[in-house]
């Protein structure tokens, strides 16, 4: 059974720029989608990014332009690249992936992932 493990959270001030790494064990690759979720305190999850296996990518609208998902299939590997951070970018990031999702794999829904790793803290400070 695929298993998704996070790293690369801490905290930053506001501008600054982190790398969370998503590393996919005893599986390949993650399959035909794979995403990054957020939950901030008091708030639902949401959507950050996702990439297909044919390389497309979807951002959410409060992240386009600062944050750069990729996938490195070579090395089962799943990063989110976060420049120019927010405060309203605190959050616990989660790696998501879902071997058979293809056409929705762009609409960042989180009920449509069955595998996620446990999370990693993003802190960013005003």
């Known amino acids: 059974q695929m298993q998704l493990e996070e790293s690369g959270g801490g905290s930053v001030q506001a501008g600054g720029s982190l790398t969370l790494s998503c590393t996919v064990i005893k599986s390949t690759a993650g399959g035909h989608c794979m995403g990054w979720f957020r939950r901030a305190p008091g708030k639902e999850r949401e959507g950050v990014a996702a990439?297909?296996?044919?390389?497309?990518?979807t951002y959410a609208d409060s992240v386009k332009g600062r944050f750069t998902i990729s996938k490195d299939n070579a090395k089962n590997t799943l990063a989110l690249q976060m420049n120019s951070l927010k405060p309203e970018d605190t959050a616990m990031y989660y790696c998501a992936a879902e071997p058979s999702l293809w056409v929705g794999c762009g609409e960042l829904n989180a009920k449509s992932f069955g595998t996620w790793g446990q999370g990693t803290q993003v802190t960013v400070s005003s």
């Open positions: 990439i297909r296996s044919d390389g497309r990518t």
